[in-house]
Nanobody, 112 residues
Framework: VQLQASGGGLVQAGGSLRLACAASVSSINFWAWYRQAPGKQRELVASITSAGSTTYADSVSGRFTISRDNAKNAMYLQMRSLKPEDTAVYYC?????????WGQGTQVTVSS
């Protein structure tokens, strides 16, 4: 299983970015975005099931939107109203047949 995350970059506070995660496999049961800031533990940002049920961390609820395209084996994270505290490496994660896989991460930096 290979996951390719993309879309990170440098943006000013209040700006937007759209992350994408492409998977090399299909039949994915669960997709998620995690992030890890320097010196902090990795945290769950948002998740979406194959049925479309979503969850969000309180810190991003109302600003971030997770979606997936089952036909393309891809997941997205639309991030709006970005804050400096959103700065982190963002990782995509999937669960397929009870096995979890991780992507390599994409850096998001929000300047104040």
């Amino acid at each position: 299983v290979q996951l390719q995350a993309s879309g990170g970059g440098l943006v000013q506070a209040g700006g937007s970015l759209r992350l994408a995660c492409a998977a090399s496999v299909s039949s994915i049961n669960f997709w998620a975005w995690y992030r890890q800031a320097p010196g902090k533990q990795r945290e769950l940002v948002a998740s979406i099931t194959s049925a479309g049920s979503t969850t969000y961390a309180d810190s991003v609820s109302g600003r971030f939107t997770i979606s997936r395209d089952n036909a393309k084996n891809a997941m997205y994270l639309q991030m709006r109203s970005l804050k400096p505290e959103d700065t982190a490496v963002y990782y995509c994660n999937i669960v397929r047949f009870l096995v979890a896989s991780w992507g390599q991460g994409t850096q998001v930096t929000v300047s104040s």
